[in-house]
């Protein structure tokens, strides 16, 4: 049984950079892009973008400029990190497999990042 | 790029059948068979219903369903049930090969 945990800072100041790391269990790492995944407080789910096990991304258009996403192949982890966070970037993070034809079938807890000064 | 529109809400009875659209461009929806759908419970995590148009994930009840018909596609859950009250997502893949989810659609079992 695949599972995803997650971990991270979960309150910020603006201007600061958000960390989050996820971590697979019970399932193959490789073969597989991992993406992250975030939903504002009361609002709609938004992708950030994706990285497969030999680190090949692709990142949304509207936070390319921000956005780094790293892998750890030997612990099965993969990170993202968003540089220079504002009250905008609240919201729970998740990380998600992403199997064959873009279909998240795996999906972490889920990780509420508040961004306040 | 623009989200997936979708209905804000959409209400049915027990029992009955309601459909959920997503409408997207040909450079999305229309260009590719890469439609998931998703349900998402209060405070949960989002649960993959519908992959690559219509296939349903192990485990999934087959009262759910999906289709496309040129840039909107849609997804059915007939015999409406309690437990589906939740928030449904569709999601796309795109010709700039990132993803792109829908604004989501609240569904009400009255």
């Known amino acids: 049984q695949v599972q995803l945990q997650q971990w991270g800072a979960g309150l910020l100041k603006p201007s600061e950079t958000l960390s989050l790391t996820c971590a697979v269990y019970?399932?193959?790492?490789?073969?597989?892009?991992w993406s992250w995944i975030r939903q504002p407080p009361g609002k709609g789910l938004e992708w950030i973008g994706e990285i497969n096990h030999s680190g090949s991304t692709n990142y949304s258009p509207s936070l390319k400029s921000r956005v780094t996403m790293s892998v750890d192949t030997s612990k099965n982890q993969s990170s993202l990190r968003l540089r220079s966070v504002s009250a905008a970037d609240t919201a729970v993070y998740y990380c998600?497999?992403?199997?064959?034809?873009?279909?998240?079938?795996?999906w972490g807890p889920g990780t509420l990042v508040t961004v306040s000064s | 790029q623009s989200a997936l529109t979708q209905p804000a809400s959409v209400s049915g009875s027990p029992g009955q059948s309601i459909t959920i659209s997503c409408t997207g461009t040909?450079?999305?929806?229309?260009?590719?068979?890469?439609v998931s759908w998703y349900q998402q419970h209060p405070g949960k995590a989002p649960k993959l219903m519908i992959s690559?148009?219509?296939n349903r994930p192990s485990g999934v009840s087959n009262r759910f369903s999906g289709s496309k018909s040129g840039n909107t596609a849609s997804l059915t859950i007939s015999g409406l049930q309690a437990e589906d009250e939740a928030d449904y997502y569709c999601?796309?893949?795109?010709?700039?090969?990132?993803?792109?989810f829908g604004g989501g659609t609240k569904l009400t079992v009255l």
């Open positions: 040909s450079s999305d929806v229309g260009d590719y068979n890469y």
């Open positions: 998600a497999r992403v199997s064959s034809g873009e279909n998240a079938d795996y």
């Open positions: 690559d148009v219509s």
């Open positions: 019970g399932g193959s790492f490789s073969g597989y892009y």
């Open positions: 999601s796309s893949y795109t010709s700039s090969s990132t993803l792109v």
